[in-house]
């Protein structure tokens, strides 16, 4: 499968703390994207990594890629409770057109 | 950002008929859109991609009988759940790809057939 694998699955957290989510991936890619999906909505777009590149802010938001682990993660800092979502992470594959998701981590931010 | 609209973003049908799900691109000329479908608490399947003015191209194990779709446009592409059973009771959302491949997606339609 091309999908990408998530880890944790699910991830319940305290208001205020940091939350660290991780795809792991299979192939080679162009880029790495995260998205953000609330319940029973579509996904929105979050922050997008490109394979030269190590590590990308923005905002409160924190990505890094290892393409020789084929891995990333994702660190949301100083949570709040609107945080509270599915996130995904999503490749770009090479040869491919389409992007490939990851499995999800639901994260819950507890006020 | 690219602005998708999904319609109906719910929909509730009795088994056996058939669902058109419209997926429209509000501010860009979409030559190809792509579908999902995505069920509870699990990722995004990739069902087909959309191209515009041709047939669409299904994944391994899709139907392309029962999950009919029509890119007539730049700005609309269609998917129509033909003959629905419970199983096809889903979330289903459409998306674009953006300037440099970031995608924009529709607001996603639940399916439910009863």
């Known amino acids: 499968s091309q999908q990408g694998e998530e880890d944790p699955q699910a991830l319940s957290i305290q208001e205020g703390e940091n939350a660290t989510m991780n795809c792991s991936y299979k192939?080679?890619?162009?880029?790495l994207q995260w998205y953000r999906q609330n319940s029973g909505r579509g996904l929105v777009h979050l922050i997008l990594?490109?394979?030269?590149?190590r590590e990308k802010h923005s905002g409160r938001l924190r990505v890094t890629l290892d393409t020789s682990k084929k891995s990333s993660s994702l660190l949301i800092t100083a949570s709040r409770a609107a945080d509270t979502a599915s996130y995904f992470c999503?490749?770009?594959?090479?040869?491919?057109?389409?992007?490939?998701f990851g499995t999800g981590t639901r994260l819950t931010v507890i006020p | 950002g690219a602005v998708v609209s999904q319609h109906p973003s719910w929909v509730i049908c009795k088994s056996g008929t058939s669902v058109k799900i419209e997926c429209r691109s509000l501010?860009?000329?979409?030559?190809?859109m792509f579908w999902y479908r995505q069920f509870p608490k699990q990722s995004l399947m990739l069902m087909a991609t959309?191209?515009?003015?041709?047939?669409?191209?299904?994944e391994q194990g899709v139907e392309k009988d029962k999950f009919l779709i029509n890119h007539a446009s730049l700005t609309l592409s269609t998917l129509t759940v033909t003959s629905a059973h419970p199983e096809d009771s889903s979330f289903y959302i459409c998306?674009?790809?953006?300037?440099?491949?970031?995608?924009?997606f529709g607001q996603g339609t639940r399916l439910t057939v009863v």
């Open positions: 192939t080679s890619i162009n880029n």
């Open positions: 999503a490749t770009d594959q090479t040869g491919a057109n389409n992007l490939f």
């Open positions: 959309s191209n515009e003015g041709s047939k669409a191209t299904y």
């Open positions: 998306s674009q790809l953006g300037g440099i491949t970031e995608a924009f």
């Open positions: 990594i490109r394979s030269n590149e």
């Open positions: 501010d860009f000329q979409a030559t190809t």
